[in-house]
C-alpha cells in the first residue's frame, strides 16, 4: 500500500476513537437512587451489571490501542531511527519492515459502523437531553421522547452502541490492524488480553437485549395510552422492518 494511502488511515483511525468515546461517555451524571428504583431490583442489577469504571476502563484502552496503530502508520510513512524504534516496541514480534498495518475492507466496513453508531448515539444524547442516562432511571418529570431517531426505533441508542461495538471489533482486530499484524496475538498473554477486551465489548449487546424488555415495560407502566400509541407507530425495538 502506497504512504498516501496509508496516510488516509490516521484521520480515519482518529474519528474511530472519537466516535468509540463519544458513545461510551455518558452526557449526564447519574441519575438518583430514587429514580433508578421505579426499575425495581432487575434495573438495579442491569444498570450494575457493567459498572462505570469498567466503561471507563474499556473507553481508555480503546483509545491506547487506536493510538499505538496511529502511531505504526506514521511510523511507516515517515521512516527514521526513532519511527524504527517505535516499530520494534509496538510489534515485539515482527521485524521494523515486516508490520503490514493497512486499509482493509474489514477496517472500512468497521468504521462506517463505528462511525455511523457514535453518531447516532449523539443523536440520541441530544434528542433525549436531561433524560438519557446509562443506568436504567425514570427522571422526576420524565416525558416520553417520541420524535427523531425515536421515531425510527424506540430503543435507537442500544441499536447505536451495538453497531459501534461490532465496528470497533472490526477495526481494531481484523486483518491489517496493529493487533493482528504486530504479533502482539501470538503470545497465551496477548491473546487472553485481546479475548478479554473483545469479550467484554460482545457482553454489552447481551445486556442491553436485557435491558429493552424492561425498559418497555416501565415506561408502558409510566405512560400508558401515549406509549402504546408510540408502540403503535414505531413498532419495532432496535431495527427497523426486524426487530
Known amino acids: 500500500m502506497s504512504s498516501s494511502l496509508l496516510a488516509v488511515k490516521v484521520p480515519l483511525l482518529f474519528t474511530a476513537a472519537v466516535a468509540n468515546h463519544v458513545t461510551f461517555t455518558s452526557p449526564n451524571p447519574p441519575p438518583d437512587p430514587k429514580e433508578k428504583e ?15 469504571w469498567i466503561r471507563r476502563m474499556h473507553r481508555d484502552l480503546t483509545w491506547g490501542i487506536i493510538l499505538c496503530e496511529m502511531l505504526v502508520v506514521l511510523a511507516t510513512i515517515y521512516p527514521s531511527i526513532v519511527s524504527k524504534q517505535i516499530l520494534v516496541f509496538l510489534s515485539p514480534g515482527r521485524s521494523a519492515t515486516g508490520v503490514q498495518v493497512r486499509i482493509t475492507p474489514t477496517f472500512l466496513i468497521g468504521w462506517i459502523l463505528l462511525v455511523a453508531g457514535g453518531y447516532i448515539r449523539y443523536s440520541c444524547y441530544r434528542t433525549l437531553g436531561r433524560h438519557f442516562t446509562f443506568e436504567l432511571a425514570l427522571r422526576d418529570s420524565h416525558r416520553l421522547i417520541t420524535y427523531g431517531p425515536y421515531s425510527v426505533v424506540r430503543h435507537p441508542s442500544y441499536t447505536a452502541s451495538m453497531m459501534a461495538g461490532v465496528g470497533l471489533l472490526l477495526c481494531v482486530t481484523g486483518r491489517g490492524s496493529w493487533l493482528a499484524e504486530s504479533g502482539l496475538m501470538n503470545s497465551l498473554a496477548g491473546r487472553l488480553c485481546v479475548l478479554t477486551w473483545a469479550a467484554e465489548k460482545i457482553f454489552v449487546p447481551i445486556v442491553m437485549l436485557l435491558r429493552v424488555e424492561k425498559e418497555d415495560g416501565a415506561l408502558r407502566k409510566e405512560f400508558g395510552d401515549q406509549w402504546e400509541e408510540w408502540a403503535k407507530k414505531t413498532p419495532y425495538k432496535l431495527i427497523p422492518a426486524v426487530f
Open 38 to 52: 421505579r426499575f425495581g431490583e432487575t434495573g438495579k442489577v442491569l444498570s450494575t451489571i457493567r459498572p462505570p
